[in-house]
Nanobody, 125 residues
């Protein structure tokens, strides 16, 4: 059974930083899976923020966060992280971690069978 447990959300002022964590367990997490952060703001569609392909270590980012966010994993602790710097009010959203197998595109939410509960990030100006 796959389990994803998120932490690290909170409220910060513009320009601040947060680090989100997602503890992962089960038979999906491994060397050849997509490990991804999504976010969803009120009234907007869920969007892919950042992903890492565990088989290669390659990372992928939405244009809106490139240069500000960093995704990385601690394989020994089965934990996925999202370091968020220079936060902006438009980053305010519920953030989710999700995992899937080796096929498809990283930014398509419907392709992901496993999701965390979500953690709220609020950035004020």
């Amino acid at each position: 059974q796959v389990q994803l447990v998120e932490s690290g959300g909170g409220s910060v002022q513009a320009g601040g930083s947060l680090r989100l964590s997602c503890a992962q367990s089960g038979n999906i997490y491994g060397h050849y899976s997509w490990l991804t952060w999504f976010r969803q703001a009120p009234g907007k569609e869920r969007e892919g923020v950042a992903a890492i392909y565990s088989g290669s270590g390659n990372t992928y980012y939405a244009d809106s966060v490139k240069g500000r966010f960093t995704i990385y994993q601690d394989a020994a602790r089965n934990t996925l992280y999202l370091q968020m710097n220079s936060l902006k009010p438009e980053d305010t959203a519920m953030y989710y971690c999700a995992v899937k197998g080796y096929t498809g595109s990283w930014y398509v939410p419907r392709e992901y069978p496993y999701w965390g509960q979500g953690t709220q990030v609020t950035v004020s100006s």
